[in-house]
């Protein structure tokens, strides 16, 4: 200090020295503190320059000071993700190994993969088919058990993997409904009695003069892919009319657009967008959604890849 | 306070950033509370290296650890009671009811806590023995402080502080044992193979052991504890304190000066109760926030008091109120009068009724446990066979340490079957058989699918019912939703 006074005065109360500050006529005591506050207070400077000279602190222009650990918040994340990804290492080959229609539903393995489908689904799927698979008009909701190309697990897997009309990939998915209207293979007429015969047999409308003129083209035009009572083929993607559950709905300007104008809708393929080991993951999660289907209800699923390729070539 | 500045106005003088401590020798006492303390010492020691090694017979599925902290698997078991992290509001309870026991003591004796049973004075007690015990009673302490450093003291103090990391050592030992099956980690910690945060704990206790009680002492009363200053404002004046009675002994005097005749107070200013005070206070100077009430100071006087012929009781407990009255002549107040009041009364009441409503709730609560949460996305979903088919995620919590089969069946909803996710719909049923492990929460994902009936929600429930003799049961209601209109 400076200034030193020559006579140090003393607080009679207290016996404690003044500081010498005195405001209206209140003075400051010289009440020192603590010895252990000191040092607690002197170690957290010798621990801030430390760490000052340990990790990236000082902000630069650009960037801040590296620090002599090299380390990083990037280098960091890096290591926790190799870590993790080390520690999934033994449900990974283990998925990539089996053959998706091999996994034990009961497994371990199986709940590894419903879990890493659901997290994939979340970062891949959403967008469309909703957080919920729920989906909405146009993208398919997949907690039903409605399957346009078949619900068990290979079915599923291999419409991930090759998608639905994805150009590029030639075993993809191709339904192809002619636009009956544009095309004028029917006339507005005819394409309003073959709605009504389809709301007839969907159990939406009562049977009409008109739905029994449309039950007469729908035997020429659609049956060949919805089948003779309109039931649908998964071999073609072709959808089942006679449930509740549409896909772009079931009111009659809907249904009379889609055969006017057919529908075009599409999915991509996810091979190579995503590792095998996903997309297996995908297919399990989208299979334990509730609509999944044992493997023995469904047809050869090695055929139905084949028979929309030429359902194709047929309609062109 | 005065305290303050006598403790450490020498070293202020200098007008330095900080104060030194003050050693303080505190002399040994005999006398009732003394043997009050020695006694209060011995339980709660006791009570803290005894507890973690009491078992306690639960079965074949849970720890036999009497009381037994078990953080990894979130138990807490307290003898025949076992805490789930659910039925946390008990611990929230004991604390409570801590906070309120700490009000009805303060109020009826005042500092009790600190002076008895608090572990700072518990273990500083101790470490103030065994120094005792190696350098001699205050004296010689006095004398060792001055003398130069030469074999004998260093062989001293070296013991000493031995000693006393011994003492911090097995006090941090013992806190572990709480956390874990006692004797498995004493072997583990032996061998050294127990988990490093059990080392970890062991070093840090022993740490703040020895520093706070070898080292700190009464400054964690005085500068640390927020305690003294929250407790001195919860006394009042009929609670208990520590006096000294200066309409008794002012004047003091001591030797010759008595003889003379001016009149003269009892005290004779031998300095015994500043001599033996573990916290370095005079109580002549009134009540101060260096007290703890630990009544070594009223030992040291009434051995005097005998000495010299006068009567006990010049440093004693008393209320304010009571000192009030002596003061003007009236004859001192029995402890019971002090002690029963409406207010204590109060404390009591509120203390024994959340005691006794933890009792209840403990004696109320059930092991078996159903909770049913809907699926919210999608809320329903429709089915090609124009049933209606709605997902559960249901809960069931056995808190038994055995494992119990459950039959979960759905009441309300005519027609409705369900299945567990796991398997497929052909196994679908009313009801569902699980079983679920020991002092385990089963969650599983269940589907119920129901005819399509109408479009409002309907109002069904979950039955949860125990298979296994043991009749339990649990009913949780949920709602089932239904394609609207659009």
Same mark, same amino acid.
């Given at each position: ?316 | ?392 995620? =249901?809960?069931?919590?056995?808190? &038994?340490? *055995?494992?119990?089969? $459950? /039959?979960?069946?759905?009441? #309300?909803?005519?027609? +409705? ?18 079983? =679920?492990?020991?002092?385990?929460? &089963?969650? *599983?994902?269940?589907? $119920? /699918?129901?005819?399509?009936? #109408?479009?409002?929600? +309907? ?18 209601? =949920? ?8």
């Amino acid at each position: 200090m400076s200034t030193d006074h020559e006579d140090k005065q003393i607080d009679a109360a207290t016996g404690t020295e003044f500081k010498g500050h005195e405001w209206d006529g209140i003075q400051e005591l010289n009440t020192p503190l603590p010895r252990w506050w000191l040092w607690t207070f002197y170690a957290t400077i010798i621990f801030a320059i430390g760490y000052c000279i340990a990790y990236p602190a000082i902000p630069l222009l650009d960037r801040a000071t590296a620090g002599v650990l090299n380390w990083s918040s990037r280098g960091q994340l890096e290591k926790d993700v190799a870590a993790a990804e080390a520690e999934r290492a033994s449900v990974t080959e283990e998925l990539a190994r089996i053959p998706i229609e091999r996994l034990d539903p009961e497994s371990p393995l199986m709940r590894a993969a419903i879990a890493g489908g659901a997290a994939a689904f979340r970062v891949n799927c959403v967008q469309c088919h909703g957080s919920g698979a729920a989906g909405s008009k146009g993208y398919p909701n997949l907690n039903d058990d409605e399957w346009l190309w078949g619900g068990d697990l290979s079915a599923i897997h291999y419409t991930i993997a090759h998608g639905i009309r994805q150009p590029g990939d030639e075993d993809t998915r191709m339904s192809l409904m002619p636009a009956f209207g544009r095309d004028g293979m029917l006339s507005s007429e005819e394409i309003e009695d073959v709605v009504s015969y389809v709301r007839v047999i969907s159990h939406q409308e009562q049977p009409s003069q008109s739905a029994q003129r449309g039950a007469t083209i729908f035997a020429n035009n659609c049956a060949a892919c919805h089948g003779a009572n309109g039931t649908g083929s998964r071999a073609f993607g072709a959808p089942n009319l006679t449930d509740p559950i549409w896909l772009y709905g079931g009111d009659r300007a809907t249904l009379n657009e889609t055969v006017t104008n057919s529908r075009r809708g599409m999915m991509p393929a996810w091979d190579g967008r995503l590792d095998p080991v996903t997309i297996k993951m995908l297919a399990a999660y989208v299979h334990s959604l509730g609509g999944g289907e044992q493997s023995a209800n469904v047809g050869d699923p090695v055929t139905s890849p084949d028979a929309p390729v030429a359902g194709e070539t047929e309609a062109e | 306070m005065s305290t303050h500045s006598d403790r450490t106005g020498k070293a202020q003088k200098g007008g330095g950033l900080y104060a030194r401590r003050a050693d303080i020798f505190p002399r040994a006492v005999d006398g009732f509370y003394r043997r009050l303390k020695w006694a209060i010492m011995g339980v709660t020691l006791a009570i803290y290296y005894i507890t973690p090694w009491l078992r306690w017979d639960r079965g074949p599925y849970a720890p036999d650890q009497a009381v037994l902290v078990d953080l990894a698997n979130r138990r807490f078991y307290f003898f025949s009671i076992e805490i789930w992290p659910h039925e946390f509001y008990y611990v929230a309870g004991l604390l409570v009811m801590a906070g309120v026991g700490l009000f009805l003591l303060t109020s009826t004796v005042g500092r009790a806590w600190c002076g008895y049973a608090c572990p700072q004075t518990v273990w500083t007690d101790l470490y103030l023995h065994i120094e005792r015990f190696i350098d001699g009673d205050r004296n010689a302490q006095l004398r060792l402080k001055k003398a130069p450093l030469g074999p004998k003291k260093i062989f001293k103090r070296v013991t000493k502080h031995a000693a006393f990391l011994i003492v911090a050592v097995l006090t941090g030992g013992a806190w572990v044992f709480y956390f874990a099956d006692a004797p498995t980690l004493a072997r583990d910690l032996v061998a050294g193979d127990a988990a490093t945060v059990a080392y970890l704990t062991i070093g840090v206790l022993t740490f703040t052991t020895y520093w706070l009680g070898g080292w700190m002492r009464e400054q964690v009363c005085i500068y640390m504890c927020p305690w003294p200053r929250i407790q001195s404002a919860m006394l009042d004046e009929r609670s208990l304190i520590v006096t000294y009675k200066d309409w008794r002994g002012e004047p003091r005097s001591r030797g010759t000066k008595r003889q003379s005749d001016d009149p003269v107070g009892d005290c004779i200013d031998c300095n015994a109760c500043v001599a033996v005070c573990p916290t370095g206070i005079d109580i002549r100077e009134g009540p101060q926030i260096g007290c703890i009430t630990c009544a070594l100071c009223i030992d040291a006087c009434d051995e005097m008091m005998s000495k010299v012929d006068r009567p006990r009781g010049l440093i004693d407990y008393a209320t304010l109120e009571d000192c009030d009255a002596e003061r003007k002549g009236a004859a001192p107040v029995p402890v019971r009068r002090t002690i029963f009041r409406s207010r204590t009364f109060l404390y009591f009441g509120l203390w024994a009724a959340v005691g006794l409503g933890m009792l209840f709730m403990l004696g109320q609560r059930t092991r078996l446990d159903l909770s049913v949460g809907q699926e919210r996305n999608p809320l329903y979903v429709q089915l090609s066979g124009g049933e209606v088919r709605n997902a559960y995620t =249901v809960k069931i919590r056995n808190m &038994e340490t *055995r494992p119990r089969p $459950v /039959r979960v069946s759905i009441e #309300g909803l005519p027609g +409705a079957v369900m299945w567990d996710s796991l398997g497929s719909d052909d196994s679908a049923a009313a009801a569902l058989e699980i079983e =679920v492990g020991p002092d385990q929460v &089963e969650r *599983r994902r269940i589907y $119920v /699918r129901a005819p399509r009936q #109408g479009e409002a929600p +309907a109002e069904f429930r979950f039955r949860l019912t125990s298979l296994d003799g043991m009749p339990a049961e649990d009913i949780d209601s =949920v709602r089932f939703d239904r394609p609207g209109e659009n």
